[in-house]
Every structure is written in C-alpha cells, then in structure tokens.
C-alpha cells in the first residue's frame, strides 16, 4: 500500500470540485439558472434528492441491524421500515411533482428499461454487469 500526502489529496479534490459545489456564489447561479432558463423545480429536485437518499439510509439502517446485529424481525420493526418506505414515497412525490410525471409514468419507464436488458424476462448476472450503450 503506497502513502498517501493528504495535504496533496485535498489540494487535489479541491482542484477536481466543481464550482457550484464549491463556491456559494456559483452554487446560486447555477440553481438560478436551472430555474429560470430550464424551468427546473430546483426546490422539489433538492428536497427529493436529499429526503430520499436520508430516508433510505433510515431504512438501510434498520434492514442492516436486523441482518447483522440480532435486531429483532417483528412486528414493530416491521411497522418501522413501512414507516420508513412510506417517508420516501412522500419524497418521491415531491419528485413526480418536481418532474410533471406520476408513480405510472415512472413505473412504465423502468418497466421498458429492464424489458430492453432482459428481453427473456429473466434476470441475468451476465446482463446486469455487461449493459448495453445507452443502458443506464
């Protein structure tokens, strides 16, 4: 294993961050920008993008002390990860809605998408880790 200078190492990511996420004033401009040139629902976009991602933590952590550190699987762990999935269909409301788009929509988009990476209906290893150009 090499050595790594740290003081390099953060002169280097300070050098490979982009200016919207480092500077306050460019963050601004270009959340100014999405919203006025590109009607962007940059309000909604953020509160999904951060509400989602915070609540599928919660809920990984709850799978993950259920899994690996003895946490009970019962009812009232149960009800806590439906709580949990329910906060992130509320998140991903404020998506659909960020989006003009419904729980449908979404639905029958990745319904094409995985029907194009497995067209035997099936899942497949090979598939999966082999996609496709434009198989995002």
Request: charged share 25%; with cysteine; net charge negative.
């Amino acid at each position: 294993m090499s050595n790594i200078d740290t003081k390099k190492y953060i002169e280097f990511v300070r050098e490979t961050t982009s200016p919207a996420s480092s500077d306050f004033a460019a963050l601004v401009t270009r959340l100014t920008e999405l919203e006025i040139t590109h009607d962007a629902d940059v309000s909604r976009l953020m509160t999904a993008a951060f509400g989602v991602s915070a609540e599928a933590g919660e809920l990984a952590e709850i799978i993950k002390k259920i899994f690996l550190q003895g946490k009970p699987y019962n009812e009232e762990n149960i009800i806590h990860m439906k709580k949990e999935a329910g906060d992130i269909l509320w998140y991903m409301s404020q998506l659909c809605i960020a989006l003009d788009t419904t729980f449908e929509e979404l639905m029958e988009i990745n319904y094409q998408k995985l029907s194009a990476r497995y067209p035997e209906g099936t899942f497949s290893v090979y598939k999966s880790e082999n996609r496709v150009e434009g198989d995002l």
